[in-house]
């Protein structure tokens, strides 16, 4: 089966000065993100969101991938931008901040900021500590998207939560937990007041465990989960630009 029509990477060639690294969620695409690129886009960045290995076609297709190939993926978009631009930030909505997390673990001062939204580090549910032992008997669980307050708004997502993906997952929070202290680059981090699927405990461990002393915290109030394209979305979307700019490297003055 191929992608699913919208599911698409996207990006968008702006200055070579400044490049924006966007990562989707679990089980979600590039569609969740492609609002919030044009607005970078519109303010001159370039823009790259690359869609993640088992996403974007069918649910089955994501049980046959690991946390690694996802990482694998952002790791390789941020290393292309990396090339082409003089700065570069990194954002990532639920998963994709988990992404964003590691990426900036790994990488430090080569990235020059992160935005995060809602993002995810663990869960608390009884039933996370069974995904190992559930993915070899159950598949999928019923979906975990689409969790939007704002009317007739949908993600392009999938209708089932695969089991044995969510085991890696699970592995991904307890690395990018475990290194949180390595982040010390500049963090703006949007979380919604009610969130059906990320629990507050995850903003407040990312709070807590970084170690930048540059940190901005917004609480986006008539949004769920999927705030960037919820109500709030266009809070993300400013506060993104603002936060950029302020911390983008300055041009060289030519002679």
Not at 123 to 132: A, F, I, N, Q, S
Not at 135 to 140: D, K, L, T, W
Request: net charge negative; proline share 5%.
């Amino acid at each position: 089966m191929g992608v699913l029509a919208g599911a698409e990477p996207f990006g968008h060639t702006g200055s070579a000065e400044t490049g924006f690294l966007l990562c989707h969620g679990f089980t979600g695409t590039p569609a969740s993100m492609r609002a919030w690129g044009d607005h970078l886009a519109a303010a001159g960045f370039t823009v790259r969101c690359p869609l993640l290995p088992g996403h974007g076609t069918r649910w089955q297709d994501l049980n046959r991938t690991t946390w690694e190939d996802w990482y694998g993926a952002v790791r390789e978009a941020l290393l292309a931008l990396l090339a082409t631009c003089r700065t570069v930030f990194v954002g990532g909505l639920s998963m994709g901040g988990t992404l964003t997390l590691r990426l900036a673990e790994e990488f430090g001062a080569r990235i020059a900021g992160i935005v995060l939204v809602n993002p995810s580090v663990t869960r608390l549910k009884w039933d996370t500590r069974l995904l190992p032992v559930l993915g070899r008997i159950v598949p999928s669980v019923p979906a975990i998207a689409n969790d939007i307050k704002k009317p007739g708004e949908t993600e392009l997502a999938y209708p089932r939560t695969p089991v044995r993906a969510a085991a890696s997952l699970a592995k991904l929070w307890a690395v990018v937990r475990a290194d949180l202290h390595k982040v010390t680059q500049p963090v703006l981090l949007l979380h919604s007041s009610v969130d059906h699927v990320v629990e507050p405990v995850n903003s407040q461990l990312v709070l807590r465990g970084v170690a930048s002393t540059d940190v901005t915290e917004v609480v986006l109030e008539n949004s769920y989960h999927v705030a960037t394209q919820d109500n709030d979305a266009e809070v993300i979307f400013t506060r993104s630009v603002e936060f950029a700019k302020a911390h983008a490297a300055q041009p060289e003055e030519t002679a």
